[in-house]
């Protein structure tokens, strides 16, 4: 299936944290034609502008004053920044909880009001893979990265309802290249459907603070986006063209938490001071 792109008058200036990993050097170039110019962020070393329509920032987002300054003249924010696996909850604190603090904030300050957050699958990852789920179904956080991206949710409805603030939080599922297990055939988000996924975020009006899943059109899924219909995704790749070669590989034992739930291996990291 394929659809014809609306054209989208390009914001001035966008800022994509998290741009040093994998998503964000991802999105660097597929979010090109929507940003005059693209302010791109990380802790981590950052390859150098490749010309006039790029800024690039090294930034601590646990730093307040840091973000401050990194939010200053952008029109939306892109917040894929902080610690993208699950660590000690020490690790986690600065970049993930005090970050998306210091984000929203600077959003406040600044007058932004649309921000597309980076959330995550695993705010449910304790639900079982045989269950359906949409946005309301209460959250089940799987790991300490988990209940960061949960907080973060919290925090963007919180900034809508006190100051306006629009989000879109992006319950992202596995985006990669293509499925690496069977349980990514059900999670599996294509970076071009990831990139249509943002283009609505960012354009839709009206979108309060709207949770979807971010999910290609996969044979077997877990989530119903019946509650962010108004963005008017309609994925266009599918996982089922990896069917064959993921089959190939050996079943889970049937006590492995990558069958049983859908944050998989998530659900078992930990504890880590034991």
């Known amino acids: 299936m394929t659809t014809t792109a609306t054209p989208r008058t390009p914001f001035n200036r966008l800022l994509l944290t998290g741009a040093a990993g994998g998503l964000g050097k991802v999105l660097r170039e597929s979010l090109r034609p929507y940003a005059k ?12 502008a490749l010309d006039a329509r790029e800024e690039v920032v090294t930034c ?3 730093d307040k004053q840091d973000v401050l300054q990194l939010v200053d003249g952008v029109d939306a924010i892109l917040h894929f920044g902080g610690v993208s696996v699950e660590h000690p909850f020490e690790q986690i604190l600065g970049a993930n909880i005090c970050g998306v603090f210091h984000i929203y904030e600077a959003a406040r300050r600044h007058g932004v009001k ?6 995550s699958n695993h705010v449910i990852g304790f639900y079982p893979q045989d269950e359906v789920i949409d946005a309301r179904s209460p959250r089940r956080p799987d790991s300490y990265y988990g209940l960061s991206k949960s907080y973060g949710e919290d925090m963007a409805t919180f900034y809508f309802d006190r100051y306006g603030i629009e989000t879109v939080s992006l319950r992202i599922g596995s985006s990669f290249p293509e499925p690496q297990n069977r349980r990514m055939m059900s999670t599996w988000l294509s970076f071009a459907d990831l990139t249509q996924l943002i283009e609505r975020a960012l354009y839709t009006p009206n979108v309060g603070h709207t949770v979807v899943y971010g999910m290609s059109d996969n044979k077997e899924v877990w989530w119903d986006n019946r509650y962010a219909a108004h963005l008017g995704y309609v994925a266009q790749d599918s996982s089922e063209v990896f069917r064959d070669k993921v089959e190939a590989q050996p079943m889970p034992a049937a006590d492995d938490p990558a069958r049983i739930y859908q944050g998989g291996a998530f659900c078992a990291a930990g504890p880590f001071d034991d």
């Open 37 to 48: 110019v693209i302010r791109l962020s990380d802790i981590a070393d950052l390859s150098p």
């Open 60 to 62: 601590d987002l646990a």
């Open 114 to 119: 649309r921000v597309v957050f980076a959330s």
